[in-house]
């Protein structure tokens, strides 16, 4: 029985992935690399800014849709015209927000976590990535944004060096990797 207080823990698991599927390959790194930012730094809290923003467009689309389609239940089709033209525009344009929400903000960010540092600030960590359909490299950005400045530390290689023959994520070579960039992020704070 675990204590209320007690953070839970990250239960290592290896994660057995088609190696030849770009999307798969992508998203099982970019969990590893979650992972790996959260089970060694008690200091980060994850935020879900980004993922509820997402789910709150999404759920605004469909209950325009289902407002639409009760509403030519209740008034069959001639009657219903105007708000159906009006639930139509309503949720293309919705839908025209997400997509700029997740291309222009979200950018690839699949963690967000919040520093409180020692002196009462407190600073922003993303981690983002990128990888192109038939393409073997990896490209990890992990950024840092206090109240001064926005600094990036970039990784681009091959995901064959995180990933074994039999298709096994190796999560050391990844908490290696995030440990790097995570390291020099802060060394760069501390140098100024």
């Not at 407190?122 to 038939?134: C, F, H, L, V």
């Not at 995901?159 to 995570?182: H, T, W």
């Amino acid at each position: 029985m675990s204590k209320p207080n007690e953070k839970p823990q990250f239960v290592e698991e290896e994660v057995k992935i088609n190696k030849w599927d770009a999307t798969a390959v992508k998203h099982a790194l970019d969990d590893a690399v979650k992972n790996a930012l959260f089970s060694s730094r008690p200091q980060l809290k994850e935020q879900f800014g980004l993922i509820n923003t997402r789910l709150i467009f999404c759920t605004l689309a469909v209950g325009v849709a289902v407002l639409a389609h009760c509403w030519d239940f209740t008034h069959p089709f001639p009657e219903s015209k105007p708000v159906l033209m009006l639930c139509v525009i309503a949720y293309f344009a919705l839908m025209g927000i997400l997509t700029l929400h997740t291309t222009f903000r979200e950018k690839g960010t699949f963690a967000v976590a919040i520093e409180k540092t020692s002196n009462g600030s407190q600073r922003t960590w993303e981690a983002s990535s990128d990888m192109q359909k038939y393409d073997d490299k990896y490209t990890l950005v992990l950024s840092v944004k206090d109240s001064k400045s926005l600094r990036e530390a970039t990784s681009v290689k091959s995901c064959a060096q995180f990933i074994d023959v039999n298709g096994f994520v190796v999560d050391k070579q990844v908490a290696n990797e995030v440990n790097r960039l995570f390291n020099s992020l802060s060394a760069e704070k501390k140098e100024k």
